[in-house]
């Protein structure tokens, strides 16, 4: 009688190679879904696919005043909120995360306060969603 033992040092590595990769692509298609957001964002349309609410008459003059377009709402008057937003991707145990997040206390407060107002941008719309899985599955 022959009994074989499962090389499980090959295996290791297999997965680990695998999880390096997945790690990788995970971290490529955050970065370019992260990067739409801002470029969606910018064009003045939020996640639902919808213009954003426009600025007050107050806002758009102040916009105006600084050589800023007005008409359309694109969230940009500085430039720090979109500075700020990063990505990362880490391991915590057997999953794998990957955020998109603001490293700036200020620009989540900008966020937070467009959400206030209505204008819904700092999320994945479905299609970006499908993206990063159809990333991930792909070989």
């Known amino acids: 009688m ?3 033992v499962l090389n499980l040092d090959s295996i290791s590595k297999a997965y680990q190679k695998r999880a390096d990769k997945m ?4 971290a490529s298609s955050i970065k370019t879904e992260a ?4 470029a969606r964002t910018q064009s003045g349309i939020d996640v639902f696919g919808a213009p954003f609410k426009p600025y007050s008459l107050y806002w758009a003059i102040e916009r105006e005043q600084r050589g800023l377009q007005s008409s359309y709402v694109d969230l940009t008057f500085t430039g720090d909120m ?6 990362r991707v880490q391991k915590l145990g057997n999953k794998i ?4 997040y603001f490293d700036s206390t200020d620009a989540q ?3 937070y306060s467009n959400e206030k107002l ?3 941008f700092f999320a994945l ?10 990333n991930l599955r792909s070989p």
Do not use: H, P, S
């Open 97 to 100: 995360i990957g955020t998109i």
């Open 23 to 26: 790690e990788r692509k995970l």
């Open 2 to 4: 022959k009994i074989e």
């Open 82 to 87: 979109f500075r700020a937003m990063k990505t």
């Open 35 to 38: 990067n739409q957001i801002k």
């Open 109 to 111: 407060d900008k966020a």
């Open 125 to 134: 719309n479905q299609k970006q969603a499908e993206n990063i899985r159809n």
């Open 118 to 120: 209505g204008r819904y």
